[in-house]
């Protein structure tokens, strides 16, 4: 009996933590610029509910803030301290107020991956880490988001590898189905 209730509680444990770690993502007031735009907190939000337990309790132990400033897209920086950064440049707030915001999000899933995967700790190869970065957001369901992203920079070699890849799982994806 008490096995089966553990079973069964477990979802609502992990919704539970789920919306803590929400309601503490959205409230930092690092994030207070995510809060003064309903659309780019609705992306965010969506971001959150595509993570599994295992990111929420990676991303639990490892702080992680999105910045807003100026650049191109977004960025990951590693640990610096006890936290970990992505930058968000004027590009992708656009992206994440548009009738296309999701892929803002894949874009965000993306930085995401490099950070869950430690990428500037484990200094792995550069086109390793942006396929590990891209599986990520791939596993978290935005991969064809990513793809679509992709094909506007096909001029790079790096980028036509990783929509080789993308594009391999999403077919065996769909050949799953």
């Known amino acids: 009996m008490l096995d089966f209730l553990k079973k069964n509680r477990l979802p609502t444990d992990f919704k539970s933590k789920k919306e803590r770690f929400l309601s503490s993502f959205l ?35 490892h702080p992680t803030y999105l910045i807003p400033c100026q650049a191109h897209l977004s960025c990951a920086i590693g640990r610096t301290q006890n936290h970990h950064l992505i930058l968000v440049f004027p590009e992708l707030k656009q992206i994440l107020r548009s009738a296309s915001s999701v892929h803002g999000i894949a874009i ?4 995401l991956g490099h950070i869950f ?20 957001a791939f596993q ?7 793809q679509e992203i ?20 999403l077919i065996t994806q769909k050949h799953n189905q």
């Open 27 to 61: 409230s930092d007031g690092n994030h207070r610029w995510i809060n003064e735009d309903r659309l780019i907190k609705r992306g965010i939000i969506m971001l959150i509910d595509s993570l599994e337990e295992k990111h929420i309790d990676f991303f639990l132990k």
């Open 140 to 146: 978290l369901g935005f991969g064809e988001e990513l």
């Open 150 to 169: 992709l094909l506007d920079h096909v001029e790079s070699t790096d980028c036509r590898v990783r929509i080789s890849k993308l594009t391999s799982k």
């Open 117 to 136: 995967y430690q990428h500037t700790e484990n200094k792995i190869d550069t086109l390793q880490a942006q396929i590990e970065a891209d599986d990520f």
């Open 108 to 111: 965000l899933a993306h930085e």
